[in-house]
């Protein structure tokens, strides 16, 4: 399997904190959060990986390559409208297997990313895995509905009653990207639309349940993600 990092945000939320950097390089407990999110990838047994990071943040590949050197890194540099613009841009160097996705700025522990994806491989007939949990920290939660059997039901405002919301990582098979000129027709502006769109075609999209997950947004996001990583990802 092949991990794809979507780093290619502006983080504008982030720069009273970030010190001129690049989001990706925002540090949560001495690690920045793109070593936070090999890491979790290195854990999953996850060896080639491939990051969009926009057109200014050069920065982010010389850190990686001064600090990686057991995963093999292929750095796509774009500077994308969002993070659905991001993924299709991967497409292409994703590979014709399943492929793990991950936004950077969600902190997870690195066990259960290597849990997540192991249950997300004997879902052999789904389209998409997303990892879902009931810790809501976001200002715009994205709420999932799953059925008994983990598939999901309900995406965006027909789950509101549900208690689950996405964690900010997922397993997808290529399947998926015969729908990008669809999304692009329908001028989508956000990776969740995508999703939600995918269900109304029918695409077959699971939850699997994860611990407590950090998204790190805003200022205040740090010292949240800094006691959850220093409590030992509790």
């Known amino acids: 399997m092949i991990a794809g990092i979507i780093a290619a945000g502006q ?3 982030l720069r009273d904190v970030a010190a001129g950097r ?3 390089l925002v540090r949560v407990a001495g690690k920045s959060l793109i070593e936070h999110t090999l890491d979790s990838i290195r854990a999953a047994g996850i060896r080639d990986v491939v990051c969009i990071i926009n057109q200014e943040s050069a920065a982010v590949e010389r850190h990686c ?3 990686v050197a057991d995963l093999h890194l292929e750095f796509v540099h774009r500077t ?3 993070s ?4 299709f841009t991967l497409a292409p ?3 014709t297997q399943p492929f793990l996705i991950l936004t950077v700025d969600a902190i997870v522990a ?3 990313m290597r849990d997540f994806v192991a249950a997300a491989a004997l879902r052999d007939t789904a389209d998409g895995i997303l990892a879902v949990n009931d810790f809501v920290d976001d200002e715009k939660p994205l709420r999932v509905a799953c059925e008994a059997n983990g598939r999901i039901a309900a995406i965006g405002a027909e789950a509101a009653a549900s208690p689950l919301v996405t964690a900010g990582f997922y397993v997808f098979r ?3 990207f015969a729908e990008i000129d669809a999304a692009r027709a329908a001028r989508f502006t956000a990776l969740r639309q995508f999703l939600h769109h995918l269900l109304g075609r029918g695409y077959a999209l699971f939850g699997e349940r994860v611990a407590k997950c950090v998204d790190v947004d805003r200022p205040e996001d740090v010292a949240v993600a800094e006691a959850f990583v220093r409590g030992g990802y509790a």
């Open 93 to 95: 160097h994703l590979g």
């Open 110 to 112: 690195p066990q259960e």
């Open 84 to 87: 659905m613009e991001s993924l």
């Open 22 to 24: 690049p989001k990706p």
């Open 80 to 82: 994308t409208p969002s």
């Open 11 to 13: 983080g504008e939320r």
């Open 174 to 176: 290529p399947a998926i």
């Open 65 to 67: 390559r001064e600090r």
